[in-house]
């Protein structure tokens, strides 16, 4: 993250006490703000991942998603973290897959006469937070002015824009898939979802806003 706050007072432009009072003494000030976005991984709460087999559902093993074998972060992405398009996916669904066990490995029963469990899966070797949301860059200004009225009495003026240039900040896309539906087999390729779709913003869009404070 890079942050910087600054103020700067314009120099003094006429020498009139008249015409002093309105055009000397104005503040412009401001913070920009540049930051990586959050890092995210993929996960799925329908039971692809070692968690058929040891439940219904995982809701607290962090159920990672791995890549396929061969896949690697960067090629899994359509898209990088600058100049994103939002109206199109950040993530390829094809790159990601469950890893199964064969029946008889890893405590998963071997077939008999009823059938064979063939959809029990491990945890994936991908690391966490493999992935990161879109850069996000943030421009808030403000220009305001003290005037001074009699001894007691100041008036302050503020004219203050946040998000000056009205860029979007996209937030993470969806990383959530479900390759069970239902919680049951066979697994869903693709899985369903909107994985890597960006469906959320960060912050407000411009926002302008005047105020005036009287203090004596």
Not at 11 to 29: Q, Y
Not at 34 to 41: E, I, K, N
Not at 132 to 157: A, C, H, N, S, W
Request: glycine share 12%; hydrophobic share 35%; charged share 10%.
């Amino acid at each position: 993250m890079f942050l910087i706050n600054y103020s700067y007072t314009v120099p003094k432009m006429t020498a009139s006490k008249a015409l002093g009072t309105l055009v000397n003494g104005w503040v412009i000030g401001g913070q920009t703000v540049a930051q990586s976005g959050q890092p995210y991984s993929i996960y799925d709460y329908s039971g692809s991942v070692a968690s058929m087999y040891l439940g219904t559902s995982d809701y607290i093993g962090n159920p990672i998603v791995p890549l396929k074998s061969g896949v690697t972060a960067s090629q899994a992405q359509l898209q990088g973290t600058t100049g994103v398009n939002a109206g199109k996916p950040v993530l390829n669904v094809n790159s990601f897959a469950p890893s199964f066990l064969a029946p008889g490995q890893s405590g998963v029963p071997p077939c008999d006469s009823s059938g064979c469990d063939l959809y029990e899966s491990l945890y994936g070797y991908s690391g966490r937070n493999m992935f990161r949301g879109p850069f996000q860059v943030r421009f808030d200004m403000t220009l305001g002015k003290t005037f001074v009225i009699r001894e007691r009495y100041r008036m302050r003026f503020n004219f203050d824009a946040f998000n000056l240039f009205n860029h979007p900040s996209f937030d993470a896309p969806n990383n959530n898939v479900t390759f069970f539906p239902g919680f049951v087999g066979p697994p869903s390729f693709p899985p369903q979802g909107s994985l890597g779709i960006i469906q959320h913003t960060s912050g407000s869009p411009r926002f302008l806003q005047l105020s005036l404070h009287l203090t004596f």
